[in-house]
């Protein structure tokens, strides 16, 4: 147990020395004045909005109304469309027993 610890300790030291022993890259003594020059000629944005600005905005608006009477249309046909089926299922059902079925039914 003691050797692994050893073991491990003389890794670490050998890791250690290896990175001492990699040379330093040398920077461009240039790079900050560009840096510098090039943030200073870059256009600033301006405040005034553009036409794509104020469309998109717009367009979701519009698909977002669009989407909620889709749905609304679609939801309140819906329970118009089942109580026909019921009332042609009854109708069906009525006449293959000769029978009425309001009997059965109750409201």
């Given amino acids: 147990m003691d050797n692994k610890e ?3 300790q ?4 050998n890791t250690m020395q290896s990175l001492d022993d990699i040379p330093r890259l040398k920077a461009n003594p240039w790079l900050f ?3 510098e020059e090039q ?3 870059t256009e600033k944005p ?6 794509s600005q104020l469309l998109q905005p717009a367009i979701v608006c ?4 669009l989407n909620v009477f889709t749905a609304y249309t679609v939801f309140s046909n819906s329970s118009i469309n089942e109580d026909k089926n019921i009332d ?3 109708n069906e059902y ?3 027993t000769d029978q009425s079925l309001e009997y059965y039914i109750t409201e």
């Fill in 6 to 8: 050893k073991d491990i």
């Fill in 10 to 13: 003389k890794e670490i030291e």
């Fill in 33 to 35: 004045a560009r840096i």
């Fill in 39 to 41: 943030l200073k000629t």
């Fill in 46 to 51: 301006s405040n005034v909005w553009t036409f």
């Fill in 62 to 65: 519009g698909l977002l109304l």
């Fill in 88 to 90: 042609g299922i009854e």
């Fill in 94 to 96: 009525a006449y293959m």
